[in-house]
């Protein structure tokens, strides 16, 4: 089950998500750049897949060769990843 980034609700996704697949609670666009796993706020373009093109909308569909929907159940949170970083360092100087 993956989760919509609009309404958080669970889906359930097909195999391939199509273009124009839209979430059944709020009917808000499955093959955009806020449900793929590429997508990053902190990254150039906000997506961590460096030979993507630009989207500006980035919760309307588009044609991205790149996508892939997003495992909700195994993304950590920020501040998941602020104690792994953390964690990490601190092993360093062990």
Known sequence: MMLCHKCKKEIDVP???GRKDTCPMCQADLRC???CRHYDPKYYNQCR???AERVIDKERANFCDYFKFKDNASEGTAKDDKDFTRKKLDDLFK
């Open 15 to 17: 195999k391939t998500v």
């Open 33 to 35: 750049c806020r449900n």
């Open 49 to 51: 897949e460096s030979q």
